[in-house]
């Protein structure tokens, strides 16, 4: 089976709150009017808010009332991310659960938006999980977005859909949506970037096709994107190359050049290491580091 319909949800939810509720709601009559629905992703932090002090250990009773919804309705969810406790740090964590209700796995967002998200620390492990007789998902969140290398991590790992949670409210929307354009083409996969609305987002989701064709852009409030993708696509294209053309996942394969700025241990930086700290910008004269 190469068919499968996911729905992205753009909720309109309270920055600092409990909206498990209005997730649930939205769940419930999402399946009612569109039961062919096999997938559901909402965005980032929607669950508890946007604050770290919300934060708790996983598996955690929130967690759980997902995986019981996720079963009821016979559905893979991804209901965005939360923010996790694990001793005394706290990770941007999205859970992906399955239709019988169970954790297939749990990814925590690689890159935190530094400076501005203060106190999370930075996963370090790229998730992908198969969905039986389907295809394989790889999963990201916001900042993530925008280090390319780890859309073609996922994508090197067999991925065919990304699945990305955010949570943007910020005038930098209209550069992610062409970042995801971007990871789509030049992973030759489906990309899933759902944001928030209202106080969890400005909205503006997209879904963009293995060529890099947007097949849905949201507008700016509350939307409900069921969308039935098929996985045979992506694997023509990356077989004889997008719209026919470029094969950039095999010329990644078969590359010859050595990507010596990632090797960290033998090959200095100079340059990047004359950009200064990772701070917030402030006001000229204010004693701290200027922009």
Not at 154 to 179: C, F, K, N, Q, Y
Not at 217 to 231: M, S, T, Y
Request: with cysteine; charged share 20%.
């Amino acid at each position: 089976m190469s068919y499968f319909t996911i729905a992205g949800v753009q909720l309109h939810a309270l920055h600092h709150g409990d909206n498990t509720d209005a997730m649930r709601h939205r769940i419930n009559l999402l399946m009612a009017r569109f039961p062919n629905v096999q997938m559901v992703l909402f965005s980032e932090l929607v669950a508890n808010g946007a604050s770290p002090h919300n934060a708790e250990p996983l598996p955690s009773n929130m967690e759980a009332m997902f995986c019981q919804l996720a079963e009821e309705h016979r559905i893979w969810l991804i209901p965005g991310s939360m923010f996790e406790r694990e001793g005394d740090k706290i990770y941007n964590t999205l859970s992906v659960i399955n239709p019988q209700g169970q954790i297939v796995a749990r990814f925590r967002k690689l890159f935190p938006f530094r400076p501005f998200e203060e106190g999370v620390e930075g996963g370090s492990e790229f998730v992908v999980f198969d969905v039986p007789e389907v295809g394989r998902f790889g999963v990201s969140i916001c900042y993530d977005m925008w280090f390319p290398e780890t859309t073609r991590t996922l994508a090197a790992m067999g991925a065919e859909v990304i699945l990305h949670p955010t949570m943007t409210d910020t005038i930098d929307r209209d550069i992610e949506l062409s970042i995801a354009r971007t990871n789509a083409a030049i992973n030759q996969c489906y990309f899933f970037d759902i944001n928030g609305a209202g106080a969890m987002g400005n909205g503006r989701s997209i879904v963009v096709g293995p060529a890099g064709d947007v097949i849905h852009q949201a507008g700016i409030g509350e939307e409900i994107i069921p969308l039935e993708i098929d996985l045979n696509r992506v694997r023509r294209e990356r077989e004889v190359g997008l719209r026919g053309l470029g094969q950039p996942l095999k010329s990644f394969r078969d590359r010859s050049v050595d990507f010596g700025v990632y090797r960290t241990e033998n090959a200095p930086t100079p340059f990047l290491d004359t950009l200064g700290p990772l701070v917030k910008p402030s006001r000229p004269g204010s004693g701290h580091h200027e922009i």
